[in-house]
């Protein structure tokens, strides 16, 4: 079992940016993918961000080049840099842990609010 621990949401206007966090602890495998998802308000929870144990990234269209997302294994803490916010970036923020490189199943934050005001 893998918990996971997400840190870093709050309000900011758009144009400007956050960083969210996410500290994972409990039974990993060494191979893994952890990543960002969120949620909006009347919609289906999307991808936002993955990154694999050994680097390879994956985003979504809607936020390649405003996003960076970033880990450090050490400490098994996985890291969204949001840049140049939108009002429709404003969601629930999900943190997620999957064994391996297959990104189905997997273990979930509690989610943190990421509200964008324009």
């Known amino acids: 079992q893998v918990q996971l621990v997400e840190s870093g949401g709050g309000l900011v206007q758009a144009g400007g940016s956050l960083r969210l966090s996410c500290a994972a602890s409990?039974?990993?495998?060494?191979?893994?993918?952890m990543g960002w998802y969120r949620q909006a308000p009347g919609k289906q929870r999307e991808l936002v961000a993955t990154?694999?144990?050994?680097?390879?990234?994956n985003y979504a269209n809607s936020v390649k080049g405003r996003f960076t997302i970033s880990r450090e294994n050490a400490k098994n803490t996985v890291y969204l840099q949001m840049n140049m916010l939108k009002p429709e970036d404003t969601a629930v923020y999900y943190c997620?842990?999957?064994?391996?490189?297959?990104?189905?199943?997997?273990?979930w934050g509690q989610g943190t609010q990421v509200t964008v005001s324009s």
């Open positions: 997620v842990y999957f064994a391996g490189y297959v990104t189905s199943g997997g273990s």
């Open positions: 409990g039974s990993m495998f060494a191979i893994n993918t």
């Open positions: 990154i694999r144990s050994r680097g390879g990234t």
